[in-house]
């Protein structure tokens, strides 16, 4: 296992991330980035999925940085994993590979967002942050993915989302359509008229209803049962 190593913020509420990735030099590179942001604090590195469970125990993140090409369990692999755990931390897949493929497998395993390496250092510490307060986080080229995706369409999973979001209620479902257009919960407490209470906990039953993790996942929900 790829030595601890914590750097950052060292405030109470500063953001705990683990680096998850086979390349020490990523590694040090993403720390050193995250380094410069007083609300983000490395707290573990970890050279393969495999490796995950242990350090997640260990240093206790709310935000995995997960690479996806890795020699032993892939990040991939890894994410549906950790994910399946109960209070599981955030998942931000950073990976020099955008094929279709990685994409909706990372997001539909619990993944809340998906970089490119080449994202600028403070879209990283950016999305670090959004993600670990629960937002979705995607580079431009793959929004630009999951929006031909749904543009293409595909039956068998249209079918299982309709299904599934017959199970919300009508307010319920109004959240859900919300959180597919990317609204903050301000935002839909601003449309709804709720507060943002409210909101938060229709998002949570949302949630459960569905058996999802996150956001992400209820947006590609609504997406795959064409009403997006």
């Known amino acids: 296992m790829a030595a601890p190593e914590r750097s950052g913020g060292d405030g109470m509420n500063a953001v705990r991330v683990l680096i998850v990735d086979d390349d020490p030099l990523v590694r040090a590179g993403l720390t050193m980035i995250l380094s410069g942001d007083e609300e983000v604090a490395v707290v573990g590195q970890a050279a393969d999925g495999a490796e995950v469970p242990a350090a997640v125990a260990r240093h206790r993140p709310d935000v995995v940085l997960m690479d996806i090409r890795m020699p032993g369990v892939d990040g991939l692999a890894a994410t549906e994993a950790l994910r399946r755990r109960p209070g599981a ?19 539909r395993a619990g993944a809340s967002g998906f ?29 630009r993915q999951l929006i031909a995706h749904v543009a293409a369409g595909v039956p068998p999973e249209r079918s299982r989302a309709v299904d599934l979001l017959d199970r ?42 569905l058996d999802l ?6 947006a590609l929900l609504v997406h795959d049962a064409g009403l997006a």
């Open 168 to 209: 919300l209620s009508p307010r319920e479902r109004e959240v859900a359509m919300a959180v597919a257009q990317g609204c903050s919960n301000a935002e839909i407490s601003a449309a709804l008229y709720l507060s943002v209470a409210t909101v938060k906990a229709h998002v949570s039953r949302v949630l459960t209803k």
């Open 115 to 143: 970089l490119l390496k080449d994202t600028p250092p403070g879209q990283i510490r950016e999305a670090v942050l959004r993600v670990a307060q629960g937002e979705a986080t995607l580079s431009p080229s793959v929004t």
């Open 213 to 218: 993790n996150n956001r992400v996942q209820v």
């Open 89 to 107: 931390p955030e998942v931000l897949v950073l990976t020099t590979f955008d094929a279709d493929e990685f994409v909706l497998r990372a997001l």
